[in-house]
């Protein structure tokens, strides 16, 4: 099976071109063209590779390729004294778990491409080569963390996934919101990677390899840390970290929401189908470490359901519909979560893919309504739009009833399996993540309501408006129900997404907003037809999961399975993977919990019932919605009046940024500036000094130099020039006065010599 | 009877003419002939005593100091004319480049 390292490396090869030639060279359609066509290529050398696998018996289904050889063999002094050798391979490997991924990856990410196709036509050239290119880049880094068989090739894509995040987020990068926005995702996910690094240096340091299957079938054999705190523990808290991180949990959350300034598809691939399920999956992958540390699982449970619980609570009041949807997707990861700290690995999974279907969808069809309503986000100023846009409309209820629960739909199936096995773990998780089910219904019944019924509330529009006109309407007038302070996401939305003025030379199959705004319209077909086929995945999705207790046969828990445990060590004895085994229903009833192992009729009629719960709480949310804001909406108004500081710290998310901008924000700039002062005061202080000292010592010398040496010589010159102004007069050059001086001398001489003596 | 007093008078004479000569002349051949003079006075001495001392290394001195004035004569004169080539002057006085 060496054709699945083709998987990701034809997104790869895709992000190259566009990269490199398609930013100069191409229109928007070859580029646009060649993203596509690779992502559909991937997405054949996946559907293939996983019809091989399907093939396979069941205990026995993984490809294992080793590409090349990263890092070659080297020789290392182990803890204990043994030699052991570091050696990492570019290695994939397709197994139940990540194939499932792979799927989901290039399945959705093949009809997002499409779906940008039309959404990013009003980009100038350029841009949409560099748009794509990024998001192929996105799908290579993905599909590598995703088929990665060890952890340095998971951690390859684990960070260029994030990089790609930034670079998308970023992508007006001449909004100031969208370049912080972007670094914030950046920064927030480097603080996990922080902790997903030192997981797998312990790793290391524990087991000597990197390989994942390495890793389980020794961490296997390790004893259970039911009551310390470990070593195999400290590596899934590390771990876990990691996970906060790319995944949006707390604490590591508030990304999430900021990155909606990127382009819709990219939140729509990135931010809640793809990437930040990668925590979901990364935990998914060491399910059997985090099963030898249910302390850790605590932890993960906890966090997961609070997350779930917050950001669902969040979600109730915000007006933005792209940030609505991102504190869903918060929240349904936090459900993930909740499903893997509970030891329900597989039910995790199952909802990842489920709300990758219907999430995406969501997050697409939000894109079509900003499409039409010419970059407005705000809610506040849509409503009434069913008649304008009745395809957006269809696929974004299927989307709604199947995030919210309602049977048949995929949520339904992967929501009731996680808060059935919470139900039998944890009661107070249990109630947590069902109350989070009923504000989970309702945001999206209220999303639904306010933009699609009712009064039309936003901008006016007319046919032969010049398009001054039409901005002014747009952004001027404010609307009567703008009190609140939207926030500053949809401003400038329309001028900057679509692009600078550049002429654009190809009016994007004549649909494009360069001419005035003709009102809200229904987009194009290639944004319908990714929007109908994930609704058809939204419906059939979860079908392939259908409990036991309903009669189906949970495939994929059964499928999953394999890639949740140990291989060919003695299950049994470990006692992690009995809640698991394919054997029967009881035991996978039983999550960690034997008590109800003994019990499965019992367990089977409770989960019919929490079944039938769960639907009415969804119904309810809906209904309540329905009410609040179709039927009566001064309702509404009414509450968040009554309940004015409630519905204020909502608004402000519980100031949870504000927090962090008050103490680490603000704690590193205030680090910032004291090591800047003492860089100021003590570094350059003994520079400076050295420098001053330098000075004055110098000038010192030079006034010795001056003064002391100069002089000296001066005086030795001066003492002769005037000691020889005499003494050179009797040099006339004259030679009889030099004779007659002979003279003078001789008579001297010989007087002394005569009469003297 | 003539002494070697009156050769020493002669040749004191002699002497004093030529150091007067050099001293107050100005024409560079004059002073060069009153140094033959000073050199002849001392020649005439020599003699003189050599024959009252009857000894004969005077004579052969004073036969020296001949030789001795003849190069002298011959290179005097070569600079006394490279002298005149350049200032067209036998004056003494002119010739007071060797200074400060």
């Known amino acids: 099976m060496q054709s699945i390292c083709l998987i990701p490396l034809l997104p790869g090869i895709g992000a190259a071109i566009n990269g490199l030639a398609g ?32 093939q396979l018996p069941a205990d026995a289904r993984a490809f294992d390729v080793t ?26 490997r397709l197994d139940p778990l990540s194939g499932m991924m792979t799927l989901v990856v290039t399945g959705i990410g093949t009809l997002i491409h499409v779906y940008s196709t039309a959404y990013m036509a009003d980009e100038p050239r350029g841009g949409v080569a560099r748009y794509f290119s990024y998001l192929n880049l996105f799908c290579f880094f993905m599909l590598m963390l995703v088929l990665g068989n060890n952890f340095l090739v998971m951690f390859v894509g684990w960070e260029g996934v994030g990089l790609c995040s930034y670079l998308l987020i970023g992508y007006w990068y001449e909004k100031k919101s969208a370049s912080d926005a972007g670094k914030k995702a950046f920064i927030m996910n480097r603080l996990g990677d922080w902790g997903f690094v030192l997981g797998v240096f312990l790793i290391f340091v524990t087991f000597g390899t990197f390989d994942f299957r390495a890793v389980q079938n020794a961490a296997a054999t390790m004893p259970k840390e039911t009551m310390h705190f470990g070593v195999l523990s400290f590596i899934c808290l590390f771990l876990f970290v ?35 399920t990668a925590g979901v999956y990364m935990v998914g992958r060491n399910a059997v470490l985090f099963s030898q540390a249910p302390m850790v699982m605590s932890i993960v449970a ?22 609505v949807l991102a504190y869903s997707t918060v929240s349904q990861l936090g459900y993930m979560f909740t499903a893997m700290g509970v030891g329900a690995f597989s039910a995790g999974a199952f909802h990842l893919m489920t709300h990758a279907f219907f999430k995406a969808l969501l997050f697409l069809c939000s894109g079509s309504i900003i499409h039409a309503m010419a970059g407005e986000q705000d809610m506040r100023r849509m409503g009434g739009l069913k008649k304008y846009l ?53 945001y999206m019944a209220r999303l639904v309501y306010m933009t699609f019924y009712g009064e039309y509330r936003g901008p006016a529009w007319d046919v032969a408006a010049r398009p001054a006109v039409a901005v002014a309407a747009r952004h001027g007038a404010p609307h009567p129900a703008d009190a609140h302070a939207h926030g500053r996401a949809h401003q400038d939305d329309h001028e900057v997404s679509h692009g600078p003025a550049e002429p654009h030379d190809d009016p994007g199959g004549g649909h494009g907003h360069h001419g005035p705004w003709h009102g809200p319209h229904e987009s194009p077909t290639p944004m319908t037809f990714p929007l109908m086929a994930l609704a058809v995945g939204a419906i059939v999705a979860g079908f392939v ?77 809906i209904g309540l919605a329905y009410r609040f804001y179709v039927t009566n909406p001064a309702i509404a108004d009414d509450l968040a009046e009554r309940w004015a500081g409630a519905h204020r710290t909502l608004s402000n998310k519980y100031y949870v940024d504000e927090l962090y901008n008050a103490t680490i924000v603000s704690g590193t700039f205030a680090s910032g500036r004291a090591f800047w002062t003492f860089d100021r005061r ?61 003279l003078f001398g001789i008579f001297a001489f010989v007087s002394i010599y005569l009469f003297v003596r | 009877m003539i002494t070697p007093t009156h050769y020493m008078v002669l040749s004191a004479a002699l002497f004093i003419i030529g150091v007067v000569g050099v001293m107050v002349r100005r024409n560079i051949i004059i002073i060069f002939m009153s140094i033959e003079l000073i050199l002849n006075a001392v020649n005439i001495n020599l003699v003189a005593l050599s024959k009252q001392l009857q000894n004969d290394i005077g004579q052969v001195f004073a036969i020296f100091v001949i030789a001795v004035a003849a190069a002298e004569a011959a290179v005097g004169l070569g600079i006394i004319l490279a002298f005149y080539r350049n200032k067209e002057t036998v004056n003494i006085d002119e010739m007071n480049l060797m200074k400060w």
């Open chain 1, 23 to 54: 930013i100069r060279y191409f229109s928007r359609k070859a580029a646009g063209g060649v993203a596509c066509a690779t992502m559909t290529a991937a997405l054949g050398v996946a559907l293939f590779a996983f019809w091989q696998l399907l």
């Open chain 1, 390 to 442: 009745p395809v957006t409309f269809a696929t974004m209820a299927i989307g709604t009833l199947a995030i919210a629960g309602i049977p048949p739909l995929a949520g339904f199936f992967s929501k009731d399996e996680i808060l059935f096995r919470a139900f039998l773990n944890n009661k107070a998780i249990w109630v947590i993540a069902l109350s989070t089910a009923l504000m989970t219904a309702f």
């Open chain 1, 302 to 323: 906890i966090v997961g359901v609070l997350t779930a619980f917050m950001a669902a609570s969040i979600g109730l009041v915000q007006y933005d519909i792209k940030r």
């Open chain 1, 545 to 621: 999961g259908i409990p036991a207790a309903l009669g189906g046969g949970n495939a994929i828990e059964h499928f999953l399975e394999p890639s949740f445990t140990a291989s060919g060590v003695a299950q049994e004895a470990s006692g992690v993977a009995q809640g698991f085994s394919p054997a029967g229903e009881a035991e996978q009833a039983a999550g960690l919990k034997p008590r109800a192992a003994t019990e499965p009729e019992v367990s089977r009629k409770t989960e019919v019932g929490l079944m039938i719960l769960s639907v009415l709480i969804a119904l309810a949310g």
């Open chain 1, 682 to 742: 003590a570094i350059d202080g003994v520079v400076n000094g050295t420098g001053w000292t330098t000075l004055v010592s110098s000038w010192a010398s030079g006034l010795t130099d001056r003064t002391v040496v100069d002089g000296l010589v001066n005086l030795v010159g001066r003492i002769c020039e005037e000691g020889s102004f005499w003494f050179r007069r009797f040099q006339t050059g004259l030679v009889q006065n030099y004779a007659l001086l002979m």
């Open chain 1, 67 to 92: 590409v090349a050889q990263w890092i070659p063999s080297i020789p290392l002094q182990m803890r204990g004294g043994a030699i052991g050798s570091f050696q990492v391979p570019w290695g994939f």
């Open chain 1, 242 to 276: 990691g996970a906060t991180g790319k995944s949006a949990q707390i604490p590591l959350y508030v990304w999430l929401p900021d990155a909606m300034e990127g382009p819709t598809p990219v939140s729509a691939l990135i931010h809640a189908a793809t990437m930040v």
